[in-house]
């Protein structure tokens, strides 16, 4: 009896399951925790903030181009990926060295946010901002290059959909703690949506405090097996090895096809990308609630991105990265057509729910396809330059576009934003098949 009480042989657990238990997918979740918190505090969450202070649709697009940090981190990747820093790098090695001081720098960013208030010194919130966004860019280029060198290539898909998880967690708390938490210290109770600078500060303390969960998993984890070598102290050879060497690489491996590959990283995202800087200000002049929008667009949105992304994740093992790059392609531009559904249907938070449904759902699917497509292009030997190069071209056209979305919606409303929005999707959907067409057996 108890022998056939043990025997557990005929539960056969899929292996694509199982590499979501390993340690180094788990310590993915963390660390993907760690990089997604800065994100909507200097996007989503703060364009909220100061839509609520009755900032202008104009400024507040122009002040997405923040976001542009993201887009130029390959500046300074180069130093990341080669160079040590003092001391520290001795005791835990590169990688950990610069998440810490990366994760230093965003944890005393976010304590200057919640300490001043845009209707008094907007410039110097842009400043702490700005602040938070360098440092948030540069643990993203730490935290690719350890995912990355910590895993074979055949894991890479899973390292991503964990990462994609933890950072989608992180938003749920930096999109719909922060509304809560600055609900729940509002002064007055009869307003309890009406913009208060205190609630504010004390939601991005917390914020900052959370950043403790990625520190303590980078002090406790290990340094990858595999890290290039440190860069030569001549500054030549320096110039030659660490900047020009991955560039260099990159078009000899994929020689012609590399600009349509570079096309198609940015552009890739360029829908979500430019109707997200709007999406909050559109829920604030539709008359959402802080709760009405924690709960529907950063809980529940959430996790319906989740479960996009293990969707994508699973679609990319069995199908192929490039035809679920496609599929999502196509159903995220799609889904910005229901935004401008929304926006002449009125307030609803049923048609909200549905519509946060299904461009959550497209979204997760696309990132996780497109996560892994990037991780494959890398050659491990400048793995950190080469991915912050790859996601910072994804970047640099969306945000910049971005930047003049507020100019549009003022001109010709919310509802021709969105469809325009839409169109983007287009180019995209064309690049993909060129670039099957190019190489067929990336959809076998």
């Not at 108890?2 to 694509?16: E, M, R, V």
């Not at 976010?110 to 938070?132: K, R, S, T």
């Not at 600055?182 to 913009?195: E, G, Q, V």
């Not at 035809?323 to 929304?342: D, E, H, T, Y």
Request: aromatic share 14%; proline share 4%; hydrophobic share 55%.
């Amino acid at each position: 009896m108890l022998k056939n009480f043990k025997d557990t042989s005929h539960l056969q657990i899929p292996d694509w399951l199982i590499v979501y238990f390993r340690p180094g997918s788990l310590r993915m979740l963390t660390l993907g925790f760690s990089a997604g918190l800065p994100l909507l505090l200097v996007l989503g969450t703060l364009s909220f903030r100061l839509r609520e202070a009755a900032v202008d649709l104009s400024t507040i697009g122009f002040l997405s181009w923040i976001g542009l940090a993201y887009g130029l981190k390959w500046v300074w990747a180069p130093l990341v990926d080669q160079l040590n820093l003092p001391f520290i790098s001795r005791a835990l090695g590169r990688r950990r060295a610069w998440l810490l001081m990366a994760q230093f720098i965003i944890i005393i960013g976010l304590i200057g946010m919640g300490f001043v208030d845009p209707q008094i010194h907007l410039e110097l919130l842009v400043g702490c901002a700005l602040v938070v966004a360098f440092g948030s860019a540069t643990q993203d280029i730490a935290l690719d290059a350890y995912r990355i060198e910590s895993a074979s290539a055949e894991l890479q898909g899973a390292l991503a959909a964990c990462y994609q998880t933890g950072y989608r967690i992180a938003m749920i708390w930096a999109g719909a703690g922060a509304l809560w938490i600055a609900s729940l210290n509002t002064s007055n109770t009869a307003d309890i949506n009406a913009y208060n600078p205190s609630g504010w500060r004390i939601a991005y303390l917390c914020m900052a405090a959370s950043m403790l969960v990625g520190t303590v998993t980078v002090i406790f984890s290990r340094e990858p097996a595999f890290t290039p070598k440190p860069a030569s102290p001549n500054f030549k050879s320096w110039l030659a090895t660490t900047l020009f060497a991955p560039f260099k690489d990159f078009c000899i491996r994929y020689k012609w096809r590399a600009f349509t590959i570079l096309a198609l990283i940015a552009t890739y995202r360029i829908s979500d990308i430019v109707m997200g800087i709007m999406a909050n200000p559109f829920y604030v002049d539709m008359g959402y609630t802080k709760t009405e929008i924690a709960t529907v667009s950063k809980v529940y949105g959430v996790v319906m991105t989740l479960l996009g992304a293990f969707i994508g994740g699973s679609l990319s093992v069995r199908f192929g990265v490039m035809r679920v790059l496609l599929w999502g392609a196509i159903l995220s531009a799609l889904s910005n057509l229901l935004f401008s559904w929304l926006s002449l249907y009125g307030h609803d938070v049923r048609a909200l729910i549905g519509v946060i449904s299904m461009d959550n759902l497209s979204g997760g699917i696309a990132s996780a396809a497109f996560i892994a497509y990037l991780s494959s292009l890398v050659n491990i030997e400048y793995s950190a330059t080469q991915y912050a190069i790859l996601s910072s071209v994804m970047l640099l056209i969306p945000k910049f576009l971005a930047g003049f979305s507020g100019v549009f919606v003022n001109h010709f409303g919310y509802q021709y934003f969105f469809i325009a929005t839409a169109f983007l999707g287009i180019p995209v959907i064309l690049l993909i098949l060129v670039i099957n067409k190019q190489k067929p057996e990336h959809f076998t």
